[in-house]
Structure formats: C-alpha cells, structure tokens
C-alpha cells in the first residue's frame, strides 16, 4: 500500500473560501466542531451504504509513520443520492482526500465529511451546502416549477435546497432556505429545541440536554408535528373519502388521518403518533390529534412530551398550488406552559426521487457513539 499521509490539520483554506457561514447552519451536527476543517489524504478501508447515516473508514499515515483508521460519517442515503451519490462511489483501495469537521472529543477518531475529491479528480459533496461553491459540481436534478396540486395531494418538500434548521419560524413565517437567521422558536433540527416556553420539567430537560440521548439514534421515529422538520419529503394522499393518508420518508412514518369523524373515540389506546381525525374548513384540512404515548423528545430535539400532548394542524395549499402552508399549534401542559404555533411552507416536487425504504439501521445510526 502507498505511504499515506494526512495533507493539512488545518483548516482548509479554499473550502473555507468558498463555502457560507450559511452552508453550515443548514447542517449542524451537534457532536462535530464545525468551525474546524481538517484536510486528510488516505485509502478506503470501508464504505457502508446505509441509513440514516452513510460511513467510510480512511486509512492515513501518521507523523510517526503508523496507518491510522479514521471513522468518517456522510449522510444519509436520500441526501447523498441527492448529490450524485451511489452505493458504487466509494470503493475500498480507493485514494481520496477528505475535507472533513473533528468531533469534539478528541478521544474519538470520528470525522463528519463534508466533501471528497475522488482518484479522478472529481468533488463528491455530502450534502448540499458542504462544498465549494468554485470546485465542479455534478448536475443537480431539475424541480417542475410549473407543477400544481389542485387538492393538497403531492410530494411537498421543505422550501430551500436543503431545508430548514427544523421547523424554525413564527406563525406565518416560512422555512425557506434562504433565511440565515437562527430562528427565534424551534423544535430543533440537528441542534436542540430553541425559544420554546417551558415548563420547570420541560426546562430540566434541556438544562441537560446530551445529542448521545437522541432517540433516533436507535431508530425511533420522530412524532409530529417534529415530524416535518429536516431534509426529507412528506406526502399527502388524499383518495378516499374517509381517510387522508401522510408519508414522511424518513424513517418510513405514515400517519392516517380519519375524516368524518367528530371526535376521538372513547378508550381509544395511546400511540407514538397519536389519533387523528380531520375535517375541511373550505379547503383547508384542518387536523386534531390526541391520544398521544409518552415520547421521549416528542415536543422537539431535547424536551419530551406526555399523554397530554395536543395536536391541530392546518393544510393550505398557497400560490395556486404551487406550495403547502403548514400550520401547527402544540400543547402539553407538563413540558409548555403555553401553546407553541408556527408556520412552515413546502413547495410541491412531483419528480422528486422517494425512498420507499428508508430502512433505518440501529448500527449505523449509533455507530458514532460508540467509536
């Protein structure tokens, strides 16, 4: 094998020249210190093609002279397809350079990457937002603009090419992507839960808020309306008269909303996504839901939520069709002292490339804790 090296442990001064403060908040990654990019320059050793997150393993030499294997994590499966990306694009023996961010415990060998230049000479971004803007790209996949929902049915997808920081605006704001601002209320995104009014149990929470504890490191699905936060698509299938149907990609959730009721039944039996029924308000879906289980985290990223937890939802298509109005407002006495309301927008995509099987897998998930 050739003598491997590491190229720089500095931060890289073209991708920190062509790449936004913007980029980044678009993908936070609580657990990495992304205002480090190191440089390396190795041999694959491994390359995982799963989700929700994708690994590689790098074989460098150190100063000393030793092969040393560092953990890179990518994305996940949807994202990186996104990007150009397949299963075949890595290969082990192949020699890269990674331009990658440091996890903050210098104990761990664990890297988040945010582009490769490939033996061709070829740059593969991991997501959307990690790369130079002044190195090749490969070409994006083109969105219908001129596509319209008469009737709420579509693919919607959050507003900005990678979306927002997690569901992070006021009521009748929008989750475009091309607001930088942190937002002043949010269930979280990669990041914890900010600006929520909670209570002293919902604030103890966060006081000891640890990303390690996030349950979707174990492949437990989020519960809505977190739900509609983050990168992937959302779906809504309206094709019967008595059930309104909702697909999340991401971690394959699928919600049904009963119409034609006008409350839950009695004794109905609590559930990670609770009961839903539905009805129009002219042509707005307007959805309640109760009956929630306990969830860890079912408020948003850090605070939990109880059997209290009350849902309602509104869906109002916007520009003709064009985009989704998502209006929620959240309670739960025992985590907020008051209702939380807001307002993402999504825009319709009808080419958009769904994963039918999202398949979470409990080892990739967590594989970078215990690195």
């Known amino acids: 094998m050739r003598s491997l090296r590491p190229l720089s442990v500095a931060v890289a001064v073209a991708f920190a020249a062509g790449l936004s403060a913007s980029a ?17 320059h190795g041999v694959i050793t491994e390359y995982t093609w799963r989700n929700p997150h994708t690994f590689a393993t790098l074989a460098i030499e150190t100063e000393s002279g030793e092969t040393e294997e560092l953990l890179l994590e990518l994305n996940s499966v949807a994202v990186m397809t996104r990007e150009g990306w397949n299963r075949d694009t890595l290969n082990v023996g192949d020699e890269v350079t990674v331009f990658a961010n440091p996890d903050f415990n210098p104990n761990k060998n664990l890297y988040y990457s945010n582009y490769f230049v490939l033996p061709d000479g070829s740059l593969m971004a991991s997501a959307p937002g990690s790369a130079p803007d002044v190195l090749p790209r490969p070409p994006q996949r083109e969105v219908d603009q001129t596509a319209r929902s008469a009737d709420l049915n579509g693919i919607w997808r959050s507003q900005g090419r990678f979306g927002p920081g997690g569901m ?4 009748g704001g929008g ?9 002043s209320v949010s269930l979280g995104g990669q990041g914890p839960a ?10 103890a929470e966060m006081d000891a808020y640890d990303v390690a504890e996030n349950p979707g490191f174990r492949c437990e699905t989020k519960t809505p ?5 983050g ?27 009963h119409l034609n009721m006008t409350d839950h039944p009695a004794g109905t039996e609590p559930t990670h996504l609770g009961h839903s029924i539905g009805w129009f308000e002219g042509k707005t879906l307007v959805v309640d839901t109760a009956y929630f289980a306990p969830a860890q985290w079912g408020i948003g990223n850090g ?3 109880s059997e209290q937890k009350h849902l309602t939802e509104r869906f109002t298509l916007l520009d003709d069709g064009r985009r989704l109005q998502y209006e929620y407002t959240l309670e739960d006495p ?8 807001l307002s993402p927008t999504f825009s319709l995509d009808p080419g958009y490339p769904w994963q039918d099987e999202y398949g979470c897998d409990p080892e990739a998930s967590s594989r970078h804790l215990i690195q």
């Open 24 to 40: 980044w908040a678009h993908h936070s990654r609580g657990n990495f210190n992304l205002e480090e990019v190191l440089e390396f």
């Open 168 to 171: 992070g605006t006021g009521m």
């Open 175 to 183: 989750m475009g992507g091309g607001n930088t601002n942190p937002p």
């Open 194 to 203: 900010v600006g929520l009014p909670l209570t002293a149990l919902g604030q």
């Open 225 to 229: 309306p977190w739900l509609f936060s």
């Open 231 to 257: 990168v992937g698509a959302h779906q809504l299938v309206l094709d019967s008269d008595s059930e309104v149907i909702i697909r999340h990609e991401i971690m394959d959730v699928e919600r049904t909303i």
């Open 303 to 305: 605070v939990s939520s």
């Open 334 to 341: 025992v985590y907020l002292t008051e209702p939380v309301s």
